[in-house]
């Protein structure tokens, strides 16, 4: 049934990526997942596979039981009608022909069926019923020893796949951490990966019962009554025609549901965030008009799911229930003419009922495979990214202390699928041991340019070497160790003050930490708090102003007294005082090391050797801070204004 | 440094005449009463017809076949056939049945609360963080959906399957009937020994799960600060670490889970085992049939299911009743500001603005707006600054009518505003703050915000008078480019020249600016000063502002402390004032070289 989709267009939501796969590409994805991550477990696999099978079809096993209990046993025989009338007369006289063993005939109240039961039927009772104890009781133990297998392949799964991922997730660039939110990078780390284990296990389990169940019901029913067994096999493949039919409509329809309250959940954040402009507009209509549209959309994808489902479920139904009752009243008929006995028949009879139970669970196994589908491609997307930033074998360490300095040439950066270029063909000379500040408006690629000359990102063209050395060269870790750089946005770690200012060093002696508190005018701050550097910050503690931030960002950088050092708008959040103090001492620190610098206060950039103005990705002047004020361009300007003069 | 106030959730305290959670129910649902009896009587039928087939087959194994009475086998076959087909039927309409119900109750429910909430205080949404308010939207709607739809049908099917089954089983046989109770018995003991481990289990894991979210958050937001000081495998042995504890508990969880499902499947298996090796014997002693021992059987698995599910019932009644309660909560709120049954209408204002003796506190002990009087003519721009807590964005609230006055009257145009109509008192105004406010829909749906019905023509000229038109030619889609997606969008300078769009755009009499520039940088407020300009020549302005060059020329420089004027005048007037603390903060700045005030 083909479900037609109607116009759903609305603001507020925009149209469903439609993702297709490949069936080569999910086949190769699913041998690389089984590779790497279940390639050791594979004989504990195969075991646990092996063991839910049995567990599964001791069913039938038992069924078995049940028909031995009824045919020899207490060997129930129906009586033809003819007889009805003569066994009534016979019931009390003798034992009937036919019967292997000496019998007794017994009556029975109310009903009048006869029952013969051989001497031995007690003892064959009892015999047979620790048979079953026993097959139950191990059945039981072999599970139990299967399940626990199973939680222990799933465990180490998860533990390498976990691992693997945040690994290759801290080791990307930075222009990749830009795009793609720390929430949902958690969530590939956390959800998808559990989503991935519980469903294979159910898959495992699903798999190994399902198949084998059906397999062995139609080989037992086609040994019993062959002309049953040609019946079923009749039958079942209709089933899947019409499941086969059915579901990609309703998978469609799923998906546009998850769309839409995706897109709901979206709309209600933004207007509740704004709520401001929600009520200075007084917009009240507009925005129930825009909820209702998408709430209305997901009601009516929901009718739309549950009428397909419905349809699809009565049609199993019928199929199922078609067939086990035709199975049951055609058994009861040949017991009638006397083709098959009791017996036979109640045992063909749950056969049946036990197999189409897994034939409805086949389609649950479709839709496990896409599902984990989708999240495997996610997961292995991430780890397929090409990792930028990688030492080469022939990599040196820094050149330390810097002897002539750091030389830019011909660098642009662009974004990742973006074109625009956010640094265009910039060439500079950071000359060792000076301090150089860059200026410009937001937007004009400071920041980034300070990135790239951190190595944190790679620039798309051009070259970056210190002391002749390319930067590609240099051994990152041997970079790092020595630089120093302070971001633009703080980022506190949840923990002591103590533990963010040593983040870099964690073995920093307190004096070297006081230091660096004291040269970040923060030491005084720090220590009007009841426990000091203990104080515990972050998301559970006390929470700092900005400037706080800015000032604790600079002391982790400085105790690791770097030889070079980058800061990017790191007093921005300050007021003139603070800054003031905070630039003399940095002065007094940094004289003699090299420092590049990002700012927008002109008394920052008045303190420095060499400022370079860059707009739009591009040097558009550059010179001592007396060079440029003559020049009379961006830099006068920008002075005159933040001066008031 | 602040501490965190963890009482600071509005929702924590006991709101007046909060509706009880069975009444909230029942008022969404009481349209579609009918439908929801229709559809239990359908689940009673549908349990009925389920109970049916295990004597059904008992009369076939006993009386059909036992006694070879093929005249009934006709009869009984069309009845074989039919009630499985009849019980799939009702059990489409069932679905479809309570799904319609569940759906069109979380939609009223949903659509109502939305607005609601649209409607409240901004104190209300300061206070309460969106999250919060959307999980209680989406999240506590969509469970109280699911108890409606899944589980009142599954309980009222239980309660008939169970009522049915016990009757049958017991009239079939009171001997079999007494073990089949001992165990139930012993399966109850055994679920409720063991879920509390299970629980307690799956808590242990969940705040160590929490706890290692909270590391790769933590992690991932400062990844920056991870890679400028190489301590990439340091982070990764410490997540190694917490994920192995992690995987630890969820084992330790999945082991006692395990052992109860196992536990509970032997006892099952074992139950049935001697029920139905024990009805043999009987059969063999004259005392059943064996059609009576299959039936019987039968009947007592269908007992177990529902003996769990009720001990289950009252702890899930819990959970929903927390979430109806969070619910009745946000409804119970109410909003602050109420139109007049008889309000005004009026069109277009002209933008006279008189403040008499006005006076405002949120908490009655704390004023925070204290006998303020200014009287404001048409187009003539007035600056309120002072420390923060002065009240001046409360004076904007005020004028915006988020809040009525406590004391005093606010007039406009010589109308007390609260007797003005709501909606067409605020088409008045024309609205920037400090955070750009905007949509992730279409630069042109932005701009049109504030003047839905405005032409595309009109719109273009609004963002050419706001200075966007190099914006717009560096977007390839221009006015239809849609906000928001990759997060990579416009910048703030771009983004606050929008907002200026759309108050050029709705044309409004008086304007309202709150911080409009103080998170751009010197050279953007350069650029969206000639925008600014624009807009406000001609409107009655009010400026909330730190940067004193920016309110160098206004008309009328207010002075506000502890929420009263004190001092006011123009910038020269000001300044002329030998020991004014206008002329005295102007100059302070002057000479630090940067022209903010810092608080």
Redesign the interface.
Known sequence: MKVRFHHRRY??R?PRDVESFSFRGSRMLWMRFLKQYLRNDRKAILICFLLTALNANAVYLIAYY?RV??DR??M?Q????K??GAVNVERDRGPRSGAPDPIIS?R??P?????Q?NPE??RD?TI??LL??VT??SL?VL??IS??AS??IA?RM??SM??DL??K???LP?AY???H???R??SR??SDIEQIQNMSQILLRLSASTFSMIIIGLVIVLFTEWRIGCLLLAVLPVYFVVFSRMRPSIREVNREMSHTNSC???L?????????????????S???LH??RL??L??RD??TL??L???L??TS??IS??ST?GV??GG??L??KGDLT?GRM?FLYETTAILFAPVMQLSWINILVTNIQVLLRRDYRILDEPLQIEDPPDAQPMPVPLCSGLCIQNVSFS?PE?ERLVINDVSLFVPAGKWTCIIG???SGKSTLLNLV?R?DEPTAGSITYDDIPLEKIK??SL??V?G?V?Q?A????GTIRSNIC??MPRAQPAEIIAAAQAADLHH?IME?PVKYE?VI????????GG?RQRLSMA?ALITQPELIFLDDCTSAL???T?KRIQKTLHHILTDRTALIVS????MAALCDQVIVLQKGSIVESGTPEELRQQNGYFAD?ER????A | ????DPNSDPASTASVGREKPLSLILRFMGPYRRRLVGVCLLTVVLSVLGMLPPLL?RF????????????L?TGL?VV??LI??A???C??FQ??GI??LG??FV?DL??AL??H???LS?RF?GKMS?GK??NR??GDSGRVQQMLTAQTVAALSDLVCAAFAATAAFSISWRLGLVLLVMILIFLYNYRTNIQEIRQAGRHQRSS?DL?????????????????????GV??GR??SQ??DS?RL??QA??AG??FS?NS??IH??GR?LL??GG??L??T?RL??GDV?AFVAYSMQLLGPAVRFSEIARQLQDVRVSVERLAELLAETQEVREKPDALRIAQLKGAVSFEHVAFHYDPEIPVIRDFSLNVVPGQSVALIGPTGCGKSTLLSLL?R?YDVTGGSLRVDGHDIRDLR??DY??N?G?V?QEP?????SLL?NIR??C?SASRADVEAAAEAAELRSCLDDLPEGLDT?LG????DL???QKQRLTIARAIL?DPAIM?MDEATSA?????E?AIQKAMDKLLAGRTSFVVAHRL?TIRNVDRIVLLDGGRIVESGNHDELMAREDGRYRAMYLA??S?????V?E
């Open positions: 603001a507020f925009p049940g209990v009824v046993v207490l129930v129906t009586v033809s009608p007889q009805a017994r029975l109240e009903r009048g069926w006869i029952v039961c039927a007690a009772l047979l019923f079953y104890l139950v009781l039981n599970t139990r399940l626990k939680i222990v465990r998860v533990a976990r691992s945040h690994k997730i801290l080791l930075l951490h830009k795009v939110t720390p929430g990078l958690l780390i956390t709901l959940y979206g209600t954040a933004q207007k509740l965030e704004s709520v401001k402009a929600v009520q200075a507009y007084h917009r009240f507009g925005e129930k909820f209702h709430s209305a997901f009601l929901g009718l549950v009428q489902r419905g349809r479920q009565w139904e019928i229930c078609l009752t049951l009243l009861a008929w017991v009638l009791i109640l974004y973006e408006e937001s937007g951190a944190i990152t870790a790092r160790s630089t750089f971001p946005e980022c506190i770690f949840s983040y870099g701050h708090q104080t972050g998301e559970k503690g006390v929470s700092l102003s706080q982790r007021d003139a005082q800054e927008q206060r002109i008394s920008l204004r933040q001066t008031g | 440094m602040k501490k965190p087959l076939l194994v006993d009386s059909v076949l036992g006694e070879g009475r093929d005249d086998f076959a074989i056939i499985p087909v019980a799939a039927s059990r489409f679905t479809v799904t319609w759906q069109r939609f949903r659509a939305y607005q909430l649209l409607g901004l949404h969106v308010l959307i939207l989406m799960m290692l979210s909270a590391g790769v958050q933590n992690r991932l937001t400062g990844s920056l600060a991870v890679k400028t000081f190489g301590r990439e982070e990764q997540f190694n994920s192995n995987l969820m084992q999945a082991f395990n052992r196992m499947q032997l298996q074992l085992t139905y090796f043999c014997g059969v063999l004259g049939s064996y299959i915006l988020f709501l909606a605020r088409q105004f609205v703050l406010m905007l949509f992730e829909t749906e915000y504030g839905p849609v997606q990759q997060g990579r910048s703030l300078g709705a309202i751009l940088d010197t050279y953007s350069q060059s700045h002057l630090s070289g940067s022209m903010e810092s």
